[in-house]
């Protein structure tokens, strides 16, 4: 369950929670797998999990005494939901700027 005050930008902010996250685009994985992966420890890997668990963006679910980890499809699309915002508003303030610019002549 994701805990309120951990934000996923927050959880995205470190190298091996992105490369977590693309390790797990690609197929559901144990901590073992993961850290077959990276150059990281399985306890790391698990840390690391933690954090993205509980930021929502991914979620384990028990297989034989593995636990398989996989993407949280809520939490990656409130991610992309907020980025794309970010990215829209910034696109028309940048419109904007650029229709309301005075053009100069080129200078030889």
Known sequence: M???NRDPLDALGDPNRRA????LGASKRSVQ???SEL???RPAVSRHLRVLGEAGLVVDHR???RRVYELRDEGMLAVQRYLEQVWG???ARFRLLAENTERTPDRD
């Open 20 to 23: 977590i996250l693309r390790l």
């Open 89 to 91: 508003d910034a696109a």
């Open 39 to 41: 150059p990281i420890s």
């Open 63 to 65: 297989n034989g005494t």
């Open 33 to 35: 797998e993961i850290a």
């Open 2 to 4: 994701a805990d309120a």
